[in-house]
């Protein structure tokens, strides 16, 4: 599956150990960088930070946010991918334990491009988890980038 990374934004030791299992499991192989805060995660998409030296245009495949972040919330951070021209493209799927309606109307609003509720069930999280990874790296077409200018 080439080098495609996902980013794995999750402050949840439990839920990022159990997420990077399924993945594992379901032989999704790709590197992982996990981000434990809004931040981290911005920093690693915008090559800022600690990322400073990563190449900007490697976007993630996918990004797997979780809302509920300390520092900056899941919100906060895909809005700003979808301000900015060179990632608003980015396929980003909310992946969270959140089942409040509006957590999901304004994931959709703010540009997620799928919203998925952590199962509690173990078996049952490790197959959603499976099959995210493998309908977003094997099955969907990424957007190439869209400028490298920021903000347009």
């Known amino acids: 599956?080439?080098?495609?990374?996902?980013?794995?934004?999750?402050?949840?030791?439990?839920?990022?150990?159990?997420?990077?299992?399924?993945?594992?499991?379901?032989?999704?192989?790709?590197?992982?960088?996990?981000?434990?805060?809004?931040?981290?995660?911005?920093?690693?998409?915008?090559?800022?930070g600690k990322y400073v030296d990563r190449d900007i245009s490697e976007r993630p495949q996918l990004v797997l946010l979780d809302l509920k972040l300390p520092k900056v919330d899941g919100f906060e951070v895909l809005g700003e991918i979808r301000r900015d021209q060179r990632t608003r493209n980015q396929p980003v799927v909310v992946f969270t334990s959140s089942d409040e309606e509006a957590d999901l109307v304004k994931s959709y609003d703010l540009g997620a491009n799928?919203?998925?509720?952590?199962?509690?069930?173990?078996?049952h999280f490790l197959e959603a988890t499976k099959q995210l990874g493998l309908y977003w790296l094997l099955t969907n077409m990424v957007a190439p980038s869209t400028g490298n200018n920021a903000n347009g």
């Open 114 to 123: 799928s919203y998925v509720r952590k199962p509690v069930d173990f078996d």
């Open 1 to 48: 599956m080439d080098n495609k990374v996902i980013l794995l934004v999750e402050d949840n030791p439990r839920d990022e150990a159990l997420t990077l299992r399924a993945l594992k499991k379901g032989n999704i192989l790709n590197e992982i960088v996990v981000a434990r805060d809004g931040v981290e995660a911005l920093d690693y998409i915008f090559a800022r």
